[in-house]
């Protein structure tokens, strides 16, 4: 595979390091060779644009089957690349560390029967620049990646909240089709095209399939009422009064900024309000409480009050007009409380196939369990194949537990991992079974039904729990037989199997024009173990930029900031490292503009230091003070 020239030389190299640098070349060469055969394996149903992206990705995957370090540390020591920052031009990387090493012997190296394709170092960045831009649009910020953020329910009628995102930096939507249906959806791409006009900017929209997520099933109600409690100092002292929402449909007029409570009253009494006036009611425990009107809007208005205050329905609102004429509305559509179950270490949790909603575990006076807590599965038929000894983690992996026996159909697990104190499982969450071989359909019905609103509103298709090639052909044909504009396949990466089937899961989705890859840490952590997160995140990079393809960012960044305002250190840390992707996503919450803002501070900040795994060198401030004065010429 290469021609090695005779002729000696006096370079000291030869002489010192000789045999050496000739077993290093040896190396190389055989893995040049393999590198080369590899090329022959690019699937013909590739496209023509991602075909040099193809043969780049089999050129690493040959590269990495190996253990490297030895051979990177004898590169190392003559002062030469070590491989590894070559993920996006590997054939190239390793002709240059060729070709310098036949140098310091003295020879001249030339590479015959070059294999074809293969990306330089020029051209491997500018695949991926390409192809992040076929699939994401050109990024808006100046930092190059951007920032998608999942629509909450309220982005169907809330446009200021659209476009205040989109202000700030959101240039792409991510829309989960396991929450609301089509009419919300229809809205949420509506509201963001408004803003598109208003902002005179695009703003890529992606959609999920819900997939075959098991999640937990529904709880009976808690009852309805609705507890206003405004905050304290240490001293008792009101810091804070709590804020309630007043409008004639909150589900469709949510509250412009977070609220303590939501309330629905007639829309006559509440246009009758104004700023300053004083609401008088009697809660739910016949205490006398007031509250205060502190501001008018167009879709509602803000009350204030400054004692704990339990409202119900049938709790009358009153207040006097300057005419004295007395005003009263009575609630009747206080939202039941989110039930839950708490759970502790050693407590049984019994998981139905049934629909029916779960309940607590009973107790006696001395608390000890009478009758298990039951709760339903979204997917019954995932329960026959559990096994007794198996594993089992909920809600992003913060209740843990293991199977103990399966009767009828129904899981009896023992909860091993928990907040000592207890920690709550509500309706709704996920279901993890990491050590169970669960067969899985790719796409539920659901999934085929909701694909035909997405064919012909969505840039982009998520496809959930993506785990083998056979899951992303199933998707392809769905969309083929649809036969609408084709959206751009992104292959969500929540699984030990999805991770280990990636490389052959890209090479099928290269048959389209675009496609990418979504790190689901979420899920993912809770499937591969959190210790090997860190670990699986870096090789799901390497291998998406081997491939060309963008990578998204996902799950629980800034996640505390979007819920409660504050950022913890680790979520800014979480954030920066987040700038080797090409986008980075960010979760609803009553905060997310804010989030959004931080975010797109950090990447800004991040754009001088790091490009993918490169550490860009840009000028360092502190360092002026110790550098002696520069002899070195800048570049012109």
Not at 167 to 190: F, K, L, V, Y
Not at 404 to 420: D, F, K, M, W, Y
Not at 584 to 602: C, E, F
Request: glycine share 8%; aromatic share 4%; with cysteine.
């Amino acid at each position: 595979m290469s021609s090695v020239s005779s002729t000696t030389s006096n370079h000291p190299a030869s002489s010192t390091r000789g045999p050496e640098i000739s077993s290093l070349i040896a190396q190389l060469t055989a893995i040049r060779t393999e590198m080369a055969a590899a090329t022959a394996s690019v699937p013909n149903s590739v496209d023509a644009d991602f075909r040099a992206s193809a043969t780049n990705l089999l050129h690493y995957l040959t590269l990495r089957h190996r253990d490297l370090r030895p051979l990177q540390r004898g590169l190392a020591e003559l002062g030469l690349s070590s491989l590894g920052r070559s993920e996006s031009h590997v054939m190239a990387s390793v002709e240059a560390v060729l070709g310098t090493l036949h140098k310091l012997l003295g020879s001249e190296w030339v590479a015959d029967n070059a294999p074809p394709g293969a990306p330089g170092f020029q051209q491997g960045p500018e695949l991926l620049r390409d192809h992040t831009e076929l699939l994401l649009g050109k990024p808006l910020a100046p930092h190059n990646a951007h920032i998608m953020v999942t629509m909450p329910t309220n982005a169907a009628d809330d446009y200021r909240l659209v476009h205040d995102l989109m202000a700030n930096g959101m240039d792409c939507t991510r829309i989960n089709c396991a929450h609301d249906g089509p009419q919300i959806w229809s809205r949420m791409i509506e509201n963001l095209r408004r803003a598109e006009q208003a902002l005179g900017q695009r703003c890529k929209v992606s959609m999920d399939l819900g997939g075959p997520k098991l999640r937990t099933g529904p709880l009976m109600p808690g009852p309805a009422v609705i507890k206003l409690r405004p905050g304290r100092d240490a001293f008792g002292r009101v810091r804070a009064p709590a804020r309630i929402w007043l409008s004639t449909d909150p589900g469709l007029q949510g509250p412009p900024a977070p609220a303590d409570g939501c309330l629905k009253v007639p829309g006559a009494w509440l246009q009758t309000l104004a700023e300053g006036d004083t609401v008088h009611c009697k809660d739910a425990r016949d205490a006398r409480r007031e509250f205060m009107v502190v501001d008018k809007l167009r879709t509602g208005c803000w009350l204030e009050c400054r004692k704990t205050t339990y409202i119900t329905n049938g709790t009358a609102l009153h207040y006097r007009a300057d005419s004295g004429k007395l005003h009263t509305a009575v609630l009747a559509d206080v939202p039941a409380q989110e039930a839950s179950i708490l759970l502790s270490p050693q407590d049984m949790l019994i998981l139905t196939p049934d629909t029916e909603p779960g309940r607590q575990a009973t107790r006696d006076s001395a608390q000890r369990i009478l009758t298990a807590a039951m709760i339903g599965c979204t997917l019954p038929e995932i329960l026959r194949q559990v096994r007794p000894g198996e594993e089992v983690w909920f809600d992003d992996g913060k209740i843990g537990g293991e199977v103990e026996s399966v009767i009828n159909s129904q899981l009896h697990i023992r909860i091993t991992h928990a907040l000592p104190g207890g920690s709550r499982l509500r309706g709704d969450k996920g279901i993890n079974f990491p050590g169970s071989d669960l067969q899985l359909p790719a796409m539920t019905d659901k999934d085929v039904r909701d694909l035909e609103f997405i064919a012909g509103h969505a840039d982009m298709v998520a496809l959930s729990f993506a785990n083998t090639v056979e899951d992303v052909v199933t998707l392809k044909r769905h969309l083929k037989r649809i036969g609408e504009a084709q959206p751009a396949i992104v292959l969500k990466i929540e699984t030990v199997k999805g991770f280990r089937n990636l490389p052959a899961m890209l090479l099928e989705a290269m048959s389209g024009q675009a496609c990418g890859v979504m790190i689901a840490r979420g899920d993912l952590a809770v499937e591969a173990g959190f210790a090997r997160l860190a670990e699986v995140q870096e090789e799901i990079l390497w291998l998406s930029e081997a491939a060309h393809v963008p990578v998204i960012w996902a799950t629980q960044v800034l996640e505390n900031m979007a819920k409660t305002g504050a950022p913890t250190r680790a979520e800014i840390t979480d954030a920066a490292m987040a700038r080797r992707a090409e986008c980075v996503m960010l979760n609803k919450g009553p905060y997310i503009v804010a989030a959004v803002q931080t975010l797109n501070n950090i990447l800004r900040r991040m754009q001088g230091h790091q490009f993918k795994k490169q550490s860009m060198l840009r000028e360092l401030s502190l360092a002026g003070a110790y550098a002696p004065i520069a002899s070195v010429p800048e570049t012109v």
